[in-house]
């Protein structure tokens, strides 16, 4: 029988994996992909997304067909827990799958049940169709009347949010107000060029930005630490990310963040076929922020050391960056473009970060995905 490799989790970390599913199959392995839809959307164009500014053909790839036309078997469910010992995995509809080696890409997700977030209008930024469905959302109840939207987060991913739904309420005509909780403050963690950036470009458009920290959700109100209570028609959570649990629920040993603990050949500690990327994994002795740019690097890595597992070969290294270089999208058809120290703002960045993420997407989609022109697939 043909040794299996499992692909669990379709995510940036994987796209260059879906691409080399035909070399696998022609070296007489199985393959099989396990997502939980057909289509996994790219976050770094989630907020041009919620403002109109990108279709959802523009920002999807369709995994199932990425992995069905080069020889993979695709099963649409989800991975809940696993057992490293047997190497099975259990799925949510009760199907076990064996595996010779797997690789994660299980990403992660914005915790908002703490804080009580069941409430009718409540989105977190991930995954990311969640701001599709916002969209919609704030379009038709916009129609009728005011609305008011609460961003709470004052990282990149708020920042980006908040700027994407006031281009959105402006391009649509409908009057909105728009706050963004900013913890300790917007943007704290980059250069003050750009906060201050953030701060006029953000009062320039009638965005009010204070300080303050979540913490209830109540029926349509945000209370927050210090006291304010904050009534919204729309909330958006983007307070900080956790991996995937299904690491701490198999027993595995994880990070302090919770992701499953890998070596610099990205495989588990003590499981040499057990493999993961991006935002799921926790690189020993040396965590990793929770950005995209890593995931695109470990794709060779773990293309790389999948098939030596496989083979029985030896395995290469996986050496992160010391330093990367972040874009956001303010929304208004401008950027601010940090590294390290060096900050630098305005419409060329915008358009040098829709030129990379453009260029990012032509590499991975199939061929027709924007001949699709449906706006919910999943």
């Given at each position: 029988m043909s040794k299996r490799l499992v692909i669990v989790g379709g995510g940036h970390a994987h796209l260059t994996l879906l691409m080399k599913i035909a070399d696998f199959v022609k070296g007489g392995y199985h393959i099989t992909l396990v997502n939980?839809?057909?289509?996994?959307?790219?976050?770094?164009?989630?907020?041009?997304?919620?403002?109109?500014?990108?279709?959802?053909?523009?920002?999807?790839?369709?995994?199932?067909k990425m992995a069905v036309e080069r020889g993979a078997e695709f099963i649409r469910d989800k991975v809940t827990t696993?057992?490293?010992?047997?190497?099975?995995?259990?799925l949510e509809s009760g199907l076990e799958v064996q595996y010779d080696a797997v690789s994660f890409n299980t990403g992660s997700s914005v915790p908002v049940a703490p804080y009580?977030?069941?409430?009718?209008?409540?989105?977190?930024?991930?995954?990311i169709i969640n701001l599709l469905k916002a969209?919609?959302?704030?379009?038709?109840?916009?129609?009728?009347?005011?609305?008011?939207?609460?961003?709470?987060?004052?990282?990149?991913?708020?920042?980006?949010?908040?700027?994407?739904?006031?281009?959105?309420t402006e391009t649509a005509g409908i009057t909105a107000t728009i706050t963004l909780v900013?913890?300790?403050?917007?943007?704290?963690?980059?250069?003050?060029?750009?906060?201050?950036?953030?701060?006029?470009?953000?009062?320039?458009?009638?965005?009010?930005?204070?300080?303050?920290?979540?913490?209830?959700?109540?029926?349509?109100?945000?209370?927050?630490?210090?006291g304010r209570r904050l009534p919204f028609d729309f909330l958006f959570v983007a307070v900080g990310v956790k991996p995937s649990p299904i690491f701490e629920k198999s027993g595995l040993p994880v990070g302090l963040d919770g992701g499953m603990l890998v070596n610099d050949k990205l495989h588990a500690v003590d499981y040499p076929n057990v493999?993961?990327?991006?935002?799921?994994?926790?690189?020993?002795?040396?965590?990793?922020?929770?950005?995209?740019?890593?995931?695109?690097?470990?794709?060779?890595?773990l293309v790389h050391n999948l098939m030596a597992t496989l083979k029985g070969e030896p395995l290469t290294t996986f050496t992160p960056q010391d330093t990367y270089m972040l874009i956001f999208n303010l929304g208004d058809g401008t950027g601010v473009?940090?590294?390290?120290?060096?900050c630098v703002t305005g419409k060329l960045v915008f358009k040098l970060k829709d030129y990379i993420d453009r260029s990012f997407m032509n590499k991975y989609q199939v061929s027709d995905e924007r001949q699709n022109r449906s706006i919910f697939v999943d």
């Open positions: 939980p839809t057909n289509h996994h959307y790219y976050s770094g164009m989630g907020p041009g997304l919620l403002s109109d500014t990108y279709k959802p053909w523009d920002v999807r790839f369709n995994v199932r696993f057992d490293p010992n047997t190497a099975t995995l259990y009580g977030g069941s409430s009718e209008g409540v989105y977190s930024v991930k995954p969209q919609r959302a704030i379009l038709e109840t916009g129609k009728s009347k005011p609305i008011k939207i609460v961003v709470v987060g004052g990282g990149p991913a708020g920042v980006e949010l908040t700027g994407a739904v006031r281009r959105l900013s913890g300790s403050g917007a943007l704290t963690d980059f250069p003050d060029k750009a906060q201050q950036t953030v701060d006029k470009s953000y009062g320039k458009r009638g965005i009010s930005i204070f300080k303050g920290h979540l913490k209830t959700i109540e029926d349509h109100e945000v209370q927050l630490a210090e493999f993961g990327g991006g935002d799921c994994i926790s690189l020993k002795d040396r965590p990793l922020d929770k950005v995209g740019v890593y995931a695109v690097r470990e794709n060779p890595i473009l940090v590294r390290n120290s060096l």
